[in-house]
Protein backbone atom coordinates (compact mmCIF):
# COMPACT_ATOMS: atom_id res chain seq x y z
CA UNK A 1 0.00 0.00 0.00
CA UNK A 2 1.38 3.40 -0.97
CA UNK A 3 1.11 6.62 0.87
CA UNK A 4 -0.20 9.22 -0.20
CA UNK A 5 2.42 12.21 -0.76
CA UNK A 6 0.23 15.23 -1.34
CA UNK A 7 -2.61 16.48 0.59
CA UNK A 8 -4.21 15.76 3.71
CA UNK A 9 -2.85 12.58 5.43
CA UNK A 10 -3.38 11.11 8.83
CA UNK A 11 0.78 9.60 9.62
CA UNK A 12 2.19 12.68 10.47
CA UNK A 13 5.38 11.69 12.13
CA UNK A 14 5.45 12.53 15.90
CA UNK A 15 8.39 14.71 16.76
CA UNK A 16 10.55 13.80 19.44
CA UNK A 17 10.64 15.95 22.32
CA UNK A 18 14.01 17.88 23.30
CA UNK A 19 14.85 17.17 26.51
CA UNK A 20 18.20 19.14 26.66
CA UNK A 21 16.05 22.14 25.94
CA UNK A 22 13.39 21.89 28.32
CA UNK A 23 15.92 21.27 31.08
CA UNK A 24 17.51 24.27 29.65
CA UNK A 25 14.55 26.27 30.01
CA UNK A 26 13.11 25.24 33.36
CA UNK A 27 17.26 26.18 34.92
CA UNK A 28 16.36 29.32 33.07
CA UNK A 29 12.96 29.92 34.70
CA UNK A 30 14.32 28.86 38.31
CA UNK A 31 17.42 31.41 38.22
CA UNK A 32 14.96 34.50 36.98
CA UNK A 33 12.64 33.54 39.85
CA UNK A 34 15.37 33.54 42.45
CA UNK A 35 16.70 36.50 41.17
CA UNK A 36 13.13 38.11 41.41
CA UNK A 37 13.16 36.30 45.19
CA UNK A 38 16.37 38.38 46.36
CA UNK A 39 15.90 41.55 45.04
CA UNK A 40 12.68 41.58 47.28
CA UNK A 41 14.50 40.39 49.74
CA UNK A 42 17.25 42.98 49.60
CA UNK A 43 14.80 45.85 49.18
CA UNK A 44 12.64 44.82 52.01
CA UNK A 45 15.11 44.61 54.59
CA UNK A 46 17.84 46.72 53.21
CA UNK A 47 16.31 49.22 50.99
CA UNK A 48 13.99 50.84 52.74
CA UNK A 49 14.68 54.57 52.60
CA UNK A 50 13.73 57.54 54.42
CA UNK A 51 14.55 61.25 54.36
CA UNK A 52 15.92 62.99 57.63
CA UNK A 53 13.74 65.90 58.35
CA UNK A 54 15.48 69.52 60.23
CA UNK A 55 18.67 69.69 62.05
CA UNK A 56 18.57 66.90 64.56
CA UNK A 57 21.60 64.59 63.50
CA UNK A 58 23.75 67.17 61.98
CA UNK A 59 26.83 67.27 61.35
CA UNK A 60 26.55 63.51 60.89
CA UNK A 61 23.07 63.67 58.88
CA UNK A 62 21.46 67.09 57.45
CA UNK A 63 17.95 67.70 56.69
CA UNK A 64 16.32 66.53 53.58
CA UNK A 65 19.19 63.47 53.38
CA UNK A 66 18.12 59.70 52.19
CA UNK A 67 19.74 56.71 54.38
CA UNK A 68 18.56 53.23 53.80
CA UNK A 69 17.27 51.29 56.16
CA UNK A 70 17.98 48.10 57.18
CA UNK A 71 15.22 46.61 58.84
CA UNK A 72 15.87 42.82 59.09
CA UNK A 73 19.45 43.27 61.95
CA UNK A 74 16.81 44.36 64.88
CA UNK A 75 15.04 41.04 64.15
CA UNK A 76 18.23 39.35 65.49
CA UNK A 77 20.03 41.23 67.62
CA UNK A 78 19.09 44.45 70.09
CA UNK A 79 20.44 47.89 69.14
CA UNK A 80 23.42 48.87 71.03
CA UNK A 81 24.68 51.99 72.12
CA UNK A 82 26.17 54.35 69.34
CA UNK A 83 23.58 52.75 66.09
CA UNK A 84 21.41 55.19 64.54
CA UNK A 85 17.95 53.87 64.52
CA UNK A 86 14.82 54.72 62.55
CA UNK A 87 11.79 55.02 64.53
CA UNK A 88 8.00 56.11 64.49
CA UNK A 89 7.69 58.05 68.39
CA UNK A 90 5.24 56.31 70.43
CA UNK A 91 4.38 53.83 67.04
CA UNK A 92 2.71 56.72 65.70
CA UNK A 93 1.99 55.45 62.10
CA UNK A 94 1.50 59.12 60.85
CA UNK A 95 4.49 60.32 61.78
CA UNK A 96 7.30 61.09 60.04
CA UNK A 97 10.67 58.66 60.77
CA UNK A 98 13.02 59.99 63.43
CA UNK A 99 16.71 59.21 62.71
CA UNK A 100 18.61 59.56 66.19
CA UNK A 101 21.68 57.84 68.20
CA UNK A 102 21.57 54.69 71.02
CA UNK A 103 22.75 56.82 73.84
CA UNK A 104 21.55 53.50 76.54
CA UNK A 105 20.03 50.65 76.23
CA UNK A 106 18.07 48.20 78.45
CA UNK A 107 19.00 48.40 81.87
CA UNK A 108 21.22 51.41 82.01
CA UNK A 109 20.62 54.88 83.67
CA UNK A 110 21.11 58.04 82.04
CA UNK A 111 21.72 61.53 83.52
CA UNK A 112 22.67 65.04 81.31
CA UNK A 113 24.76 66.96 84.26
CA UNK A 114 26.65 70.01 83.44
CA UNK A 115 25.95 70.05 79.91
CA UNK A 116 27.41 66.24 79.42
CA UNK A 117 25.44 62.96 79.15
CA UNK A 118 26.06 60.20 81.86
CA UNK A 119 25.13 56.73 81.39
CA UNK A 120 25.79 54.17 84.48
CA UNK A 121 27.51 57.27 85.97
CA UNK A 122 30.07 57.34 83.42
CA UNK A 123 30.46 60.16 80.86
CA UNK A 124 29.27 58.69 77.48
CA UNK A 125 31.59 58.82 74.92
CA UNK A 126 30.26 60.29 72.05
CA UNK A 127 30.88 59.38 68.05
CA UNK A 128 30.87 63.02 66.97
CA UNK A 129 32.05 66.27 68.42
CA UNK A 130 28.97 68.23 70.39
CA UNK A 131 28.55 70.96 72.22
CA UNK A 132 27.46 71.48 75.78
CA UNK A 133 24.21 70.68 76.17
CA UNK A 134 22.00 73.24 77.47
CA UNK A 135 18.96 71.43 78.50
CA UNK A 136 18.86 68.60 80.15
CA UNK A 137 14.72 68.15 80.18
CA UNK A 138 13.51 64.94 81.38
CA UNK A 139 17.47 63.50 81.83
CA UNK A 140 17.93 66.16 84.61
CA UNK A 141 17.21 63.47 86.56
CA UNK A 142 18.75 60.15 86.25
CA UNK A 143 16.18 57.74 84.08
CA UNK A 144 16.07 54.48 84.12
CA UNK A 145 15.88 52.58 80.56
CA UNK A 146 12.95 50.04 80.58
CA UNK A 147 13.44 46.23 79.47
CA UNK A 148 13.27 47.03 75.51
CA UNK A 149 13.57 50.43 75.16
CA UNK A 150 16.24 52.88 74.62
CA UNK A 151 17.43 55.90 75.18
CA UNK A 152 18.12 57.99 72.03
CA UNK A 153 19.54 61.46 71.19
CA UNK A 154 19.79 63.58 68.06
CA UNK A 155 23.77 64.43 67.58
CA UNK A 156 22.95 68.31 67.57
CA UNK A 157 22.16 67.91 71.34
CA UNK A 158 20.46 71.90 71.74
CA UNK A 159 18.33 71.20 68.11
CA UNK A 160 16.89 67.76 68.40
CA UNK A 161 13.52 66.49 69.93
CA UNK A 162 14.50 63.25 71.45
CA UNK A 163 14.39 60.64 74.70
CA UNK A 164 14.54 63.83 76.77
CA UNK A 165 11.45 65.03 75.97
CA UNK A 166 7.78 63.74 77.09
CA UNK A 167 6.59 63.44 73.62
CA UNK A 168 9.49 60.74 72.72
CA UNK A 169 10.43 59.38 76.08
CA UNK A 170 12.48 55.92 75.97
CA UNK A 171 11.92 54.71 72.18
CA UNK A 172 10.45 50.99 72.85
CA UNK A 173 11.89 47.98 70.58
CA UNK A 174 8.92 47.32 68.80
CA UNK A 175 8.86 51.00 67.29
CA UNK A 176 12.32 50.90 66.08
CA UNK A 177 12.01 49.98 62.34
CA UNK A 178 15.40 49.31 61.48
CA UNK A 179 19.18 51.09 61.75
CA UNK A 180 20.58 53.76 59.23
CA UNK A 181 23.19 52.73 57.77
CA UNK A 182 23.86 54.25 54.25
CA UNK A 183 23.16 57.90 53.43
CA UNK A 184 22.42 57.68 49.33
CA UNK A 185 21.63 61.44 49.13
CA UNK A 186 23.43 63.18 48.34
CA UNK A 187 25.86 61.83 45.80
CA UNK A 188 28.76 63.72 46.87
CA UNK A 189 28.01 62.62 50.68
CA UNK A 190 27.10 59.31 49.89
CA UNK A 191 28.81 56.49 51.97
CA UNK A 192 28.26 54.00 55.15
CA UNK A 193 27.05 55.54 58.54
CA UNK A 194 28.68 55.63 62.22
Not at 57 to 75: A, C, D, H, I, Q
Not at 117 to 139: C, P, Q, R, S
Not at 169 to 181: D, F, L, P, R, S
Amino acid sequence: MRRRTSGLSFYREKRKINIGLLKEIAVWICEILLTIAAAIIMVYFFGFRVSVIGPSMSPTLESGEKVLVNRFVYKLFDPKQNDLVVFQPNGNEKSHYYVKRVIAVSGDTVQIKDGAIYVNGELFTEMVGTEKIENAMLAKNEILVGEDEYFVMGDNHNNSEDSRYASIGNVKKEYITGQAWLRVAPWDRMGLLK
